[in-house]
């Protein structure tokens, strides 16, 4: 073979050998390569999952404080007035007053509110116009923010009413009475409007609220008597706030097994001139078996509404009935007829227990009461009731039966 034959072989050779080695060095770069990617891939898919578990989780905790949230507890606080009403509603920082005690209470209320860190109420509710219940809402109104304020029906002309409401108005308020039926919610929790009766009597025409957190259930009753308890339809609840701080003419039994609720809070002053509460209630209470709790046992009243049940500050309260009242117990199946002047130490027979009860009613024909000529009862005081016009006369002329918050 010549020189230039051997030459042009040899590099032939050459070429097909580097042509060889370059293809396998790329086969391997491909697979390579290919590893590479692959790699890449599943790591990527198992961050991307981690951080998709991760999201929803955050999304559940997200979830989870919100529901929390909305399930925490409530505050339920039965300020200490006397006797008179005062109640604290918290919930999530939010907070609503029902009621604000007595002129005298003022400065005990507004104090109170703003030991617990209110700065503002979203809403205020004046179930009426007795002074017992409207007395210390000027001072709040003044020193503390209100965002809703309702009040009941009926006209009025009492000093203690016109003075809250001017008060409200200079804080541009604008009182307003709230629907039958309406619901106001307080962080998740609700005011459910049972009652906004329109009668002769201001007790009557409080507005009754249901407050519902979670499961639990607690009915404000104002000071409605039995002629509104006998048209509401609410099942059972788990706190009653007994109605004109433990009259007779609240709380009838027929009611109270209506609702049927594990305790029962009294609004009362220490030996109150009303003889709150009165025995009738407290029989009816007990027969059931109703844990009591008494502001005049045990002052201020605070429950914790979990959702799920009630938890109470105080001690269990006693079935103790009031003193230093006109008249120290009637009974439920007798009528006080107005042209009786006195009716002492009678025996009367019950038929709901067959026990006698001694019936002690100091009527006196010579003491001057009012009364309106539309007016169911007479009252010993002109101003009670926001009365226009008074007619004024003795218990026989009056032809009527006595005010239960007179007498």
Known sequence: MNKTLKSIVITFIICVLGYTQIGCQSDNIKSESSQVVKDYSIQTSDEYKND???????????????????????????????????????????????????????????????????????????????????????????????????????????????????????????????????????????????????????????????????????????????????NLNVGDVDLLKVGHHGSYSSSSKSFIDKINPEYAVILVGEDNKYGHPHKETMDTLKEKGIEIHRSDECGDIVFISTGNGLEINCKEGSYNVGNNSKYSTIDNTVKIESNISS?????????????????????????????????????????????????????????RTPCSKCY
């Open 343 to 399: 009716i002492q130490d009678e025996s009367i027979n019950n038929s709901n227990n067959n026990s006698n009860k001694n019936i002690n009613i100091e009527n006196n024909n010579s003491e001057v009461v009012y009364w309106t000529e539309s007016g169911k009862k007479y009252h010993s005081d002109a101003s009670c009731s926001g009365m226009k016009s008074p007619i004024s006369g003795t218990i026989k002329e009056s032809k």
């Open 52 to 230: 998709e578990n991760t999201n929803k989780d955050k999304s559940n905790n997200k979830l989870t404080s919100q529901v929390e949230k909305l399930s925490s507890n409530a505050e339920i606080h039965f300020i200490n007035t006397g006797n008179s009403d005062a109640i604290l509603i918290i919930k999530d920082n939010k907070a609503a007053l029902i009621d604000g005690g007595d002129n005298d209470d003022e400065d005990l209320v507004s104090s109170y509110i703003k030991k617990q860190n209110i700065s503002e109420l979203e809403y205020v509710f004046a179930t009426h116009p007795h002074a017992d219940h409207i007395g210390g809402l000027d001072r709040v109104a003044k020193e503390i923010k209100i965002n809703n304020l309702y009040v009941s029906n009926g006209e009025v002309e009492t000093k203690s009413y016109r003075d809250f409401i001017s008060v409200a108005a200079s804080k541009g308020l604008y009182p307003s009475v709230p629907l039958l039926g309406s619901k106001f919610d307080l962080s998740g929790s609700t005011f459910e409007v049972l009652s906004v009766a329109n009668t002769e009597d201001p007790n009557n025409n409080s507005i009754v609220l249901l407050y519902t957190n979670g499961n639990d259930k607690i009915l404000l009753m104002g000071d409605a008597e039995k002629e509104i308890e006998q």
